[in-house]
């Protein structure tokens, strides 16, 4: 059985959006981020993220503007969730 572990997701985050991931790793990313709604709420990216991942795979552009709003998005909530515990 497979652990899941929430903070190995974020590191994938960005690995995804530096484009580090095959093809294959981003699929099962893509069902990890769908299977766990923790790593969507916590990280609030699941729109602009999940937007930008299926557009990899599928092979369309993703904007620098796209890859670097998620990105900023991914740190404030790290940010916030200090704050706020
Ligand atoms: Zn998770």
Do not use: T
Request: aromatic share 6%.
């Amino acid at each position: 059985m497979k652990n899941h572990n929430c903070k190995e997701i974020l590191s994938k985050v960005f690995q995804a959006l530096d484009g580090e991931l095959s093809r294959e790793e981003e699929l099962n990313f893509l069902d990890e981020l769908n299977k766990c709604n923790h790593c969507l709420d916590s990280f609030e990216i699941e729109k602009s993220f999940k937007v930008f991942l299926l557009n990899k795979i599928n092979k369309s552009e993703c904007s620098d503007k796209l890859v670097e709003d998620i990105r900023l998005k991914i740190q404030s909530v790290n940010l916030d969730e200090e704050e706020q515990s």
